[in-house]
Nanobody, 121 residues
Framework: QVQLVESGGGLVQPGGSLRLSCAASGRIFSISGMTWYRQAPGKQRELVAAITGGGSTNYADSVKGRFAISRADAKNTVYLQMNSLNPEDTAVYYC???????????????WGQGTQVTVSS
């Protein structure tokens, strides 16, 4: 059906930057919303940033001014630019796309496999 592949995670020092990517492939007819979530061990998953098909963005208060979400529709890809990282940003980051699969009438959520971001000295 549809697969989402994430990349760009890794280990960075406090104050550093990373750019995450999430690309979808498969039987895609259309993609609407694209969203980034994160989950740290022992904590609940939280929404980090979202972007609509029209380009409107929304951010969690904790990342506002530091993170930027963008999309490249021709590549079925969403990005998350993360600047001024701190240890509280350490988590597994997941992307989620709202996808209309080819030959289907419904919108379905698809998730990436997750990519680890670790901010530490």
């Amino acid at each position: 059906q549809v697969q989402l592949v994430e990349s760009g995670g890794g280990l960075v020092q406090p104050g550093g930057s990373l750019r995450l990517s999430c690309a979808a492939s498969g039987r895609i007819f259309s993609i609407s919303g694209m969203t980034w979530y994160r989950q740290a061990p022992g904590k609940q998953r939280e929404l980090v940033a979202a972007i609509t098909g029209g380009g409107s963005t929304n951010y969690a208060d904790s990342v506002k001014g530091r993170f930027a979400i963008s999309r490249a529709d021709a590549k079925n890809t969403v990005y998350l630019q993360m600047n001024s990282l701190n240890p509280e940003d350490t988590a597994v980051y997941y992307c989620k796309f709202e996808v209309k699969v080819a030959a289907m009438k419904r919108w379905t959520d698809y998730w990436g496999q997750g990519t680890q971001v670790t901010v530490s000295s």
